[in-house]
Every structure is written in C-alpha cells, then in structure tokens.
C-alpha cells in the first residue's frame, strides 16, 4: 500500500500539523520594466471629448451640429489608428451619431418653422 503525503487515502481526520519548506528563488539579469497600458490616443480622447460637448450643445438651437459631425470624424479615424482607443473611439461615434440625429430634429422641428413664421410675418413669403 503506497501513501500519499502523510495521509493515506483510507485515513480521516482532522489536519493536525502543517509543515511548509521555504522556497528561494535568484534572479540575475534585470527585470524589464512593463509600460502602463495607455487609455487611447490623442485621436480617440479628442474625439470624445468633442461628442460630449456636440451632446451637451445638441438642444441648444442645434449647436451641436458641427461638433457631431467633427466627432463622428476624429472617432472613425481613431478607431482605425490605434486598437488602444478602439473602445473610446466606439464611444465617441455613438456619442457624435446621438449629438447628430438630436441636433438634426431641433433643427428641423424648431427652427425651420420659426424661421418660416418669421418670414411670413416679416412679409417675403405669401404676400397677399
């Protein structure tokens, strides 16, 4: 009968001692140094930061337009450029894509028909 350890399969009971052997390791050479994972690039936090300001301006009188658009841009390139700041840059587009499609309906459901009141009130559409 072989035993395993310094109990044997058929035995139970409670662990009484423990012994534990020190275990030395030696090194030689030098260590290389490990970079910290970057974020992103530049490319990919610029793009983000541009939809967060095309979002926050989105409402007001469609402001948001052009900075969408810039970061629908910069996010597309970023996503291509670096696979570090894919996932910024992916936010970023669904940012810029939101900003967009809200600056869009204020400007086609509010400012277009204050701008053609404006006109008809004014005159230069539909005299009569």
């Known amino acids: 009968m072989s035993r395993l350890g310094p ?3 058929r035995e139970t ?3 009484t001692e423990v012994s534990v052997t ?3 390791v030696e090194t030689t050479g030098v260590m290389p140094v490990r970079r910290p994972v970057s974020g992103g690039t530049r ?3 610029a793009a983000l930061g541009t939809a967060v300001a095309a979002l926050v301006t989105a409402p007001v009188f469609g402001l948001g337009l052009f900075p969408a658009i810039v970061a629908i841009i910069l996010g597309h390139i970023g996503k291509k450029a670096s696979p570090a700041g894919r996932m910024r840059s992916t936010v970023a587009l669904a940012l810029g894509y939101v900003a ?3 600056s869009t309906a204020v400007l086609v459901f ?6 053609l009141a404006f006109l008809v ?3 230069y559409i539909l005299e009569g």
């Open 7 to 9: 109990l044997s399969p």
């Open 13 to 15: 009971g409670p662990i």
């Open 22 to 24: 020190e275990i030395s």
């Open 43 to 45: 490319l990919s936090k």
């Open 100 to 102: 967009l499609a809200i």
């Open 110 to 115: 509010i400012l277009l028909p204050l701008s």
């Open 121 to 123: 009130s004014a005159g």
